[in-house]
């Protein structure tokens, strides 16, 4: 118990998990600090503390809440989440984590971290547009941060973070391997292997799968408006989306007393472009991700009975490729300049790598206070761009056919290479006020080499009213750095860049109360409101007279509140749930900021049927989602849909198997297209009904 104990502790120290001396706390914290189950979290404060307690709203999601729904991809599990909807760009279907209402094309606001380490891409300053996808079967837990984090992990933890823990040696005893199938010809296989090399833990994935993705059917699009402009009969709608992609994963992961490796490799290859890239259907285009990740971290809780240290060092590559010509628009696509007979193709690549070196040192020998002070380095390069393409561009925006593809590098690409570097320092201090009392302030300030500094507060109050209620009120800016495609975006004037952007910020105030209102339900409600100044949108490009550029323009304030409820109605049934409302707007119009659900409900009951067998049933609700400002469309329909996993778990057998319906009565789910709604005004079709099979396998 104790070696695990030990092992568990190095592990989580080293996912920005700072192990040491805890603030009192009852029975129930103490085992959450242990074996860091759903009732611990550590992204709220940088070492993990009790969830109820946490100077944060917070959600913990383990492998076995994943494994009980049947969820077969990540974008399933979160839209589980109180205050949390997936919604998808026409570009590539990528998905959206939307967090409180605050949407953006690319989603660059939500920060995606792997083991503590972002994950962001900066041509877009998001996850990757070619996300493709994220298997389940290693994740051992997901830690949700919704409201700002920047004072912590500084640029995009804007509207909310989220941490995907991959799984340690400890978390995968022996080899599993395992499989899943499903509709739209869906097909993965997967290897997992935890155990020990001498003194050396390891853990070993590997994946590889294909799908053809969902057919669904785009009836009208951006090629249809221009046939009615220009006399053509080019468009291919009614056609079908197109989201499929081969997918490949592989992770490794070394740990060996205080030091841990991890590397990762991603190729997400032949991916669909969705409703299109220029929102008109292409089915022939391809696009295309590579991702190679790895981090070094070194972590002592102890270095001496109140001093802990930590240092990370790590490394990512990431590759947009096109290995298949995009069709931006179809063959026989006529503008006033010419025709293009074989359609207007166009393939921008590019290459980029980030390395980070941070490090803290964590102090509890001042009484009633633990004290965390961190710095780092960011370097970011995109030191490579292309464009193959068969056009250029008129001064005010119209294509003219080229003739032949031409291939651009460097100032002549859609961007030229680009660097930034960040420094940022960082302090927060965790103060037991009293019995009861516990205040937590802290503050970043990040320096960037492109466009100077920025500087992150918060302040988190936690009282235990009473042995089942604890009461928190918060308060945090946060900022969102511009992307490199929105600075340095060049040789296209229907958008340019802007050098002279600053960043986005946000200022959010919460309230939240965990309740324990019996012995076997738990309620949590909060509440919050939050401003955003310095939106980064189009504007019409008045030095140039005719297109777009990004400008600092705008502002948007919010509210809402999110009830989460969990009730153990007996040995074999346990029901969850949660309901987010939320209102948006931008604040020029008066207007709805719009696309996302004012109402979002979800329900899930996790019935075992016997030793062997569970059923779980999973409600969800989309409702109130009001068009953005110009949009003069009708608001979207409301939908709800239900889910059905039937799991037999392994037990004394080898095999465990699960069985998914996912949206049983086929009820037509739409995400939002973007406002005005003139290339595709029926909005973004999702997936009908679908059934899958998964199984796995212990050696």
């Not at 809440?65 to 049947?70: C, L, N, P, S, V």
């Not at 296209?492 to 002279?500: H, T």
């Not at 939106?535 to 919010?558: K, L, Y």
Request: with cysteine; net charge negative.
């Amino acid at each position: 118990m104790l070696r695990k104990q030990a092992f568990s502790t190095s592990i989580a120290a080293c996912l920005l998990i700072n192990a040491g001396a805890a603030t009192a706390g009852s029975d129930e914290d103490e085992l959450a600090l242990v074996y860091g189950d759903r009732l611990s979290v550590s992204i709220a404060t940088g070492h993990q503390v009790a969830l109820r307690r946490a100077p944060a709203v917070a959600t913990v999601i383990t492998a076995a809440d994943i494994a009980a729904m049947g969820a077969v991809d990540l974008d399933q599990v979160m839209e589980s989440v109180a205050g949390i909807h997936v919604s998808r760009s026409a570009n590539l279907y990528a998905p959206l984590y939307v967090i409180r209402g605050i949407y953006s094309q690319y989603n660059a606001q939500t920060l995606v971290l792997q083991n503590g380490v972002p994950i962001t891409t900066a041509l877009v300053g998001n996850k990757g547009n070619t996300w493709g996808g994220y298997p389940v079967e290693q994740i051992a837990r997901i830690e949700i941060l919704r409201g700002p984090g920047s004072s912590l992990y500084g640029a995009d933890a804007y509207a909310g973070v989220i941490n995907i823990i991959t799984k340690s040696p400890s978390d995968t005893p022996g080899t599993q391997f395992g499989f899943h199938v499903g509709s739209f010809n869906t097909r993965d296989s997967w290897v997992q292997h935890g155990g020990a090399l001498g003194p050396v833990a390891l853990a070993l994935y590997a994946r590889v799968g294909r799908t053809d993705g969902a057919d669904s059917v785009i009836d009208v699009d951006a090629q249809t408006r221009n046939d009615t402009l220009f006399g053509t009969h080019a468009s291919l709608a009614p056609g079908h989306v197109s989201t499929g992609y081969d997918a490949a994963d592989a992770n490794v992961e070394l740990s060996y007393q205080q030091w841990r490796l991890h590397a990762g490799y991603k190729l997400r290859d032949n991916v669909g472009t969705g409703a299109g890239i220029a929102l008109a259907l292409d089915p022939v285009g391809r696009d295309g991700g590579e991702r190679i990740t790895s981090d070094l971290c070194w972590t002592e809780p102890q270095l001496s009975s109140h001093l802990g240290a930590g240092v990370t060092a790590s490394y990512q590559h990431y590759t947009q490729s096109i290995p298949v010509m995009l069709q931006l628009f179809p063959p026989g696509v006529h503008f006033p300049t010419g025709t293009f007979p074989d359609g207007m193709l166009g393939a921008p690549e590019t290459w980029e790598r980030t390395l980070r070196l941070s490090g803290f040192v964590d102090y509890s020998g001042w009484s009633d206070h633990r004290m965390r002070v961190g710095a780092g380095v960011d370097d970011i390069n995109l030191y490579r761009s292309l464009e193959n393409k068969n056009f250029t561009f008129l001064p005010n925006g119209v294509p003219v056919p080229a003739g032949q593809i031409v291939a651009y590098t460097g100032q002549q690409a859609f961007i030229a290479p680009q660097r930034r570097r960040i420094e940022y320092l960082y302090a927060q201090d965790e103060w037991q006020l009293g019995k009861d009392w516990a205040l937590t302030a802290g503050l970043r300030r990040d320096h960037y080499s492109d466009f100077g500094n920025s500087t992150n507060p918060r302040l988190a109050l936690v009282w235990d009213a009473a042995l089942d209620v604890t009461a928190k009120l918060l308060y945090g800016r946060a900022f969102r750095a511009p992307a490199f495609t929105e600075q340095y975006g060049i040789n296209n004037p229907v958008v340019r860049g802007n050098p002279a952007l600053r960043p986005e910020t946000i200022g959010t105030l919460e309230a939240a109360v965990a309740w324990q209102a019996r012995e076997d339900v738990k309620l949590n409600l909060s509440l919050f409101r939050y401003g955003m100044n310095d939106i980064i949108r189009t504007v019409p490009n008045a030095m140039v007279g005719t297109g777009q550029t990004f400008a600092n323009t705008g502002s948007q304030t919010g509210r809402g509140a999110e009830l989460e409820a969990n009730w153990e109605a007996g040995r074999a049934v346990q029901v969850s749930g949660n309901y987010s409302y939320q209102r948006s707007l931008d604040d020029a119009t008066g207007h709805d900021a719009g696309y996302v659900p004012h109402h979002h409900l979800f329900g899930r009951v996790n019935w075992r049927l016997s030793d062997a067998w569970t059923i779980n049933p999973q409600l969800n609700v989309v409702a109130g989602r009001a068009r953005a400002p110009g949009d003069a469309r009708a608001a979207l329909a409301n939908y709800a849909t239900l889910d059905l996993a039937l799991r037999r778990e392994r037990g004394a057998q080898h095999w465990s198997v699960t069985a998914t319906v996912l949206n049983l009565f086929n009820a037509d789910v739409r995400e939002p297209s973007a406002a005005p709604g003139l290339a595709i005004p029926h909005d973004l079709p999702m997936a009908p009904r679908a059934l899958y099979l998964q199984a796995n396998y212990q050696l």
